[in-house]
C-alpha cells in the first residue's frame, strides 16, 4: 500500500511538473509570435489554400492563390525576423526532448535527446523562402502543397516544444488527416535534410 502510495504521489508530482513547464512554453512562444501576427496570417493562409483546393482547377483557382501572394510575403518576411529574434533565447529555454512523451526537464538531463527550437525556427524561416519561389513563384497546385506542408511542419515544430511528440503528431492527424512524414515528404528538399539531421524525424 505504501508503495502504490508512493507511485501515485510520484504520478502527480510528474503530471503538475509537466502542466506548469508546458504553461511556460506556452506562453514563452505566445510572446515571442504576438508582435509578429504569425498564427493569424499562417492559419489566414492554410484555410485560403484548403479553400483555394476546393475551387475547380483553372482562372477561379489561379485567382484565389494570387490573393494570397501578399501574406505569403508577408509572413515569410515576419518568420525570419521573428526566428532572428527567438535566436536571442538562451539554449536553456530553447531545448525540446525528443522522447515520445513529456517527462519534466527531459531535455535537461538527457541532453542527447534533444535539440534546439531556435534552430528549428530558422529552418522553418528559410524553408518558408524557399517554398514562395517553387514553380518560378507562379501560383500553382505544387507551390501551394509545398507552402502548406512548410506551414504544417512550423506548426508541429510548435506543438513538440510546448506539448510532446506524441501529442504534436494526434493534433496533426486530427486537425489535418496527415503525418509528421507526410509532411515531411512535401516539403522543399533542404528543409526535409535539415529538419530530419537536427530532430531526427524520418519519412518512414
Not at 41 to 57: F, I
Not at 158 to 175: G, I, K, Y
Request: net charge positive; glycine share 4%.
Amino acid at each position: 500500500m505504501d508503495v502504490l502510495l508512493l507511485l501515485l504521489l510520484m504520478g502527480a508530482g510528474l503530471g503538475l511538473a509537466n502542466r506548469s513547464l508546458q504553461s511556460e512554453r506556452v506562453s514563452l512562444l505566445a510572446r515571442h509570435f504576438a508582435p509578429f501576427d504569425i498564427q493569424r496570417l499562417t492559419e489566414t493562409l492554410l484555410r485560403g489554400y484548403l479553400d483555394a483546393l476546393d475551387l475547380p482547377e483553372g482562372a477561379a483557382r489561379q485567382a484565389r492563390w494570387r490573393q494570397l501572394m501578399p501574406t505569403e510575403e508577408a509572413l515569410a518576411d515576419k518568420l525570419s525576423r521573428f526566428a532572428a529574434a527567438f535566436g536571442a533565447r538562451s539554449a536553456v529555454e530553447t531545448r525540446v526532448s525528443t522522447l515520445p512523451i513529456a517527462l519534466p526537464w527531459a531535455h535537461r538531463w538527457l541532453p542527447a535527446a534533444s535539440f534546439d527550437l531556435r534552430r528549428a525556427f530558422d529552418i522553418h524561416a528559410r524553408g518558408l523562402q524557399r517554398a514562395l519561389r517553387v514553380d518560378g513563384g507562379e501560383p500553382t497546385r505544387d507551390r501551394a502543397y509545398t507552402l502548406m506542408a512548410e506551414l504544417l511542419l512550423m506548426q508541429y515544430t510548435c506543438h513538440w516544444f510546448c506539448r510532446s511528440r506524441t501529442v504534436a503528431t494526434a493534433r496533426l492527424v486530427a486537425l489535418h488527416q496527415t503525418t509528421p512524414a507526410q509532411v515531411l515528404a512535401a516539403v522543399t528538399p533542404a528543409t526535409r535534410e535539415d529538419y530530419a539531421a537536427l530532430t531526427g524525424l524520418r519519412l518512414v
